[in-house]
């Protein structure tokens, strides 16, 4: 780490920690040994069920090991207490505090939610609380949305009641937080898309978003010009059949040329106080262009060759795309 002193040790301390390494590497592998062969001869109790927890407790990312612990509480699911889940429940919990970026955990919990005996919506409640909590201490990890969504999709089949609303007001209450959460723009995308299709607004509502959309992502990309999680959110924005079947053909010009001179303004400010135009207004300046040609609209100065050639001295990681799109 930055700033701690690396510590110095002598060669009997590296030589003996070489010793108790390789201690803990024979115990690990004896016990997975161990664990694999009571899969093998096909062994589901609860003394197999406890080496399976010794040897994810060492190692989580161990995948086969999940799976045979399923097949395990399978096995004994039909005896099995309520308490038994509650704990399963909990030991998925200490793991994902330790690992929140171990896809076999979340995988191995929504598992136990969807197979807990009995399960009431109140659980499933619960569970997106627990997620709640989990994003507030690390608003990026992807695991976390991808579980949050699933929890969503459940708890609507049990009310049959779309959460849409509430959980594009969550999203907005994130990024407001942190403009870079690319999960979140990501989430966004996604319900905005489910609202638009399940037609759960009604077309003067739907307008309403759309035209409050554009200011929303105004304020981001003054905010942040530099992050891609909006450019990426705008550019998706920008060309979606949705917004453009919601808008008139006047109403969605005048959307592009409004977004286009903002843009333009960002630029030249960032070109006035860093001596370098901004690549991602750029590239977004093209993506407005071609949509206003695709509608008709006679451009009256085309720049995209233009801002292609500045891409590639901005960006010569991507020389070949441009040139391409150059020869076009």
């Given at each position: ?323 391409h799109l150059l020869s076009k």
């Amino acid at each position: 780490m930055h700033g701690v002193k690396r510590k110095q040790y002598s060669r009997e301390i590296l030589k003996q920690k070489h010793l108790q390494d390789q201690l803990k590497i024979k115990t690990y592998k004896e016990l997975v040994d161990k664990t694999l062969d009571t899969r093998d001869n096909k062994i589901f109790t609860s003394e197999s069920l406890g080496l399976t927890s010794k040897v994810l407790e060492l190692n989580p990312e161990f995948n086969t090991v999940w799976n045979y612990r399923r097949d395990i509480i399978l096995h004994l699911r039909d005896t099995a207490p309520t308490e038994f889940w509650e704990n399963e429940l909990q030991f998925t919990m200490e793991k994902l505090r330790r690992f929140p970026k171990v896809y076999w955990i979340w995988n191995h919990r929504i598992w136990v939610l969807n197979n807990f005996p009995h399960a009431t919506t109140k659980i499933w409640m619960v569970e997106l609380a627990i997620v709640d909590k989990l994003l507030s201490m690390d608003a990026r990890n992807y695991h976390g949305w991808h579980y949050r969504r699933l929890i969503i999709k459940k708890l609507e089949t049990l009310t049959d009641k779309s959460m849409n609303t509430e959980e594009l007001a969550y999203v907005t209450t994130i990024i407001n937080k942190n403009i870079s959460n690319y999960s979140a723009w990501h989430q966004r995308v996604q319900l905005i898309t489910n609202l638009f299709e399940e037609h759960e607004l009604k077309k003067e509502e739907m307008k309403k978003m759309v035209l409050e959309e554009i200011l929303y992502i105004t304020n981001a990309i003054y905010t942040d010009a530099d992050d891609q999680s909006v450019w990426f959110y705008t550019k998706w924005f920008l060309e979606n059949e949705i917004v453009r079947l919601i808008l008139t053909g006047d109403e969605y010009i005048k959307m592009l040329e409004d977004m286009n001179n903002n843009i333009v303004l960002i630029n030249n400010d960032d070109l006035e106080f860093s001596g370098t135009e901004n690549s991602w207004c750029l590239k977004i300046l093209i993506v407005i262009e071609d949509a206003l040609k695709s509608t008709g609209h006679a451009v009256e100065e085309e720049h995209t060759k233009e801002y292609l050639k500045k891409l590639i001295e901005l960006d010569p990681q991507r020389t070949k795309r441009y040139l391409h799109l150059l020869s076009k």
